[in-house]
């Protein structure tokens, strides 16, 4: 495989990005959905950037996450958008507009929603704390979401994929698993690593028997998870220290 060069890759990456976006564009979903967001499309400019700045090069590790959380990218089109993590810590901040339908009980205030994405602050957090720099963590890590659709029910609720029904979800995993063995083939890591078991499931599925890709899995740091909420910092460095991928 010929290399690929920095500018290319980020470049190819976004190209990907819009194709997904074309691709879920035209879907619908019955009730209780109410509301689709997609955040590539309204919150684009702050995840061009994210994707400019950190995703250009050949990678060591690929995370992939679910769908974004309500308090991260889809405020902030950034995976795992926690806020602070994202303008400080990234120094990324850009203006978001709106979904064409807003859900009154879950609206997009972008950078100004003071709110926090407990999964967010954990991932990133982690990240600061054992990596050092953003810069640093994006020289050999880059993060992605498998999916960037959030489903809202009439109450606003968040909808899961898994409660959505296999024939509504049908397109949406052929687009994303189309995607999803798009970046890999971009940045070609050495390691993709599932933040939670659905993640890793998808990773094994767009990967071609054979590949010398190695495959494994952290635990999800959503405060829904009771094994997250006892320490998932300090079980995710164990995980990594195992895998070897933890700087020296």
């Given at each position: 495989?010929?290399?690929?060069?920095?500018?290319?890759?980020?470049?190819?990456?976004l190209a990907a990005s819009r194709d997904l976006i074309s691709a879920l564009s035209g879907l619908r979903f019955g009730p209780p959905v109410a509301c689709v967001y997609n955040p590539l499309e309204y919150a684009w400019e702050p995840f061009r950037r994210y994707t400019e700045?950190?995703?250009?090069?050949?990678?060591?590790v690929v995370f992939l996450g679910m769908n974004p959380g309500p308090f991260g990218m889809t405020q902030t089109g950034v995976p795992f958008g926690e806020i602070p993590a994202v303008r400080d810590w990234m120094g990324l901040e850009?203006?978001?507009?709106?979904?064409?339908?807003?859900?009154?009980?879950?609206?997009?205030?972008?950078f100004a929603c003071a709110r926090s994405e407990v999964s967010g602050r954990r991932l990133w957090g982690w990240a600061a704390d054992h990596f050092g720099t953003a810069d640093?963590?994006?020289?050999?890590?880059?993060?992605?979401?498998?999916?960037?659709?959030?489903?809202?029910?009439?109450?606003?609720?968040?909808?899961?994929?898994?409660?959505?029904?296999?024939?509504?979800m049908e397109p949406v995993y052929a687009a994303c698993d189309v995607h999803l063995a798009r970046v890999l083939e971009i940045l070609d890591p050495a390691w993709s690593i599932g933040i939670g078991g659905f993640a890793?499931?998808?990773?094994?599925?767009?990967?071609?028997?054979?590949?010398?890709?190695?495959?494994?899995?952290?635990?999800h740091p959503s405060p829904a998870s009771p094994a997250a909420n006892r320490g998932?910092?300090?079980?995710?460095?164990?995980?990594?220290?195992?895998?070897?991928?933890?700087?020296?």
């Open positions: 495989m010929a290399a690929k060069s920095s500018s290319g890759t980020a470049a190819q990456l700045r950190f995703g250009a090069g050949k990678k060591k850009s203006p978001v507009t709106r979904p064409a339908v807003e859900h009154p009980a879950r609206p997009i205030e972008g640093d963590f994006f020289r050999e890590h880059f993060v992605i979401n498998y999916c960037p659709l959030v489903w809202l029910e009439d109450t606003g609720r968040n909808r899961t994929p898994d409660k959505i029904t296999a024939t509504e890793e499931k998808r990773i094994r599925l767009v990967t071609p028997a054979g590949h010398p890709r190695k495959i494994s899995t952290i635990l998932w910092a300090e079980a995710v460095t164990k995980k990594m220290f195992t895998l070897g991928l933890m700087p020296g």
